[in-house]
């Protein structure tokens, strides 16, 4: 079945650790995306790709870093830097305009 | 400040009765507006995508609606079940963005009682 697959579902971090997020693709889209959940608010755009080998910051970057290696992978670290990293983080992807797809999510915990 | 509203908040409905959420935007010049499902601790998934030419299209029990001049749309859930408790996202972008530049609404969350 084609998607996005988020992993894990669940992560726990402690004080000054780097922890990252793993999405992967296999719907063949050039575009990829992070976004970050917070209650009461609307999905925040932290990094997006077009294309392999290129991204761009979105409106929240500080403590976040990206990779984009391969065309299905697109791995978010959340690093020591992002004061307030719990949240729920959302991967998505796309072709052109249209809808994107959603990951199903990780519910990133500070411990 | 927000260029995407929407309300109410949440709202809860009895189990067969119809709803309707409200979007409001500021998004100018206008692309496209989509409304998304959001179960809790899952994806959002796509409903329905207008673009400026479109004032309704319908999904199932989903009915969405959009007056560009006014700039708000609506979406309507008939019938509803209880299935259909989660969170409504309204998504608003313009001419010439990239998916990077997308608004995203707070979202209304609806519970569906028995």
């Known amino acids: 079945d084609g998607g996005i697959t988020q992993s894990p579902k669940y992560l726990f971090r402690k004080e000054g650790q780097n922890v990252t997020l793993s999405c992967e693709q296999n719907l063949n889209h050039d575009a990829m995306y992070w976004y970050r959940q917070d209650p009461g608010q609307g999905l925040r755009l932290i990094y997006y790709s077009q294309i392999v080998n290129d991204f761009q910051k979105g409106d929240i970057a500080e403590g976040y870093s990206v990779s984009r290696e391969k065309k299905e992978s697109f791995p978010l670290t959340v690093t020591s830097a992002q004061k307030n990293p719990t949240a729920f983080y959302l991967c998505?992807?796309?072709?052109?305009?249209?809808?994107?797809?959603f990951g199903q999510g990780t519910r990133l915990t500070v411990v | 400040k927000n260029q995407v509203e929407q309300s109410p908040q949440s709202l809860i409905i009895l189990e067969g009765k119809n709803c309707t959420l409200q979007?409001?935007?500021?998004?100018?010049?206008?692309?496209?507006l989509r409304w998304y499902k959001q179960d809790t601790g899952r994806g959002p998934v796509s409903l329905t995508i207008m673009t400026f030419s479109e004032n309704t299209k319908s999904n199932g029990r989903y009915t969405a609606t959009l007056d560009a001049d006014t700039k708000q749309s609506s979406l309507h859930i008939t019938a509803s079940q209880l299935s259909d408790s989660a969170s409504y996202i309204c998504v608003v972008s313009a001419l010439g963005d990239s998916w990077g530049k997308l608004q995203f609404g707070a979202g209304t969350q609806v519970v569906v009682t028995p």
């Open positions: 979007c409001n935007y500021t998004v100018s010049p206008f692309s496209n």
């Open positions: 998505a992807s796309s072709q052109g305009i249209g809808a994107a797809f």
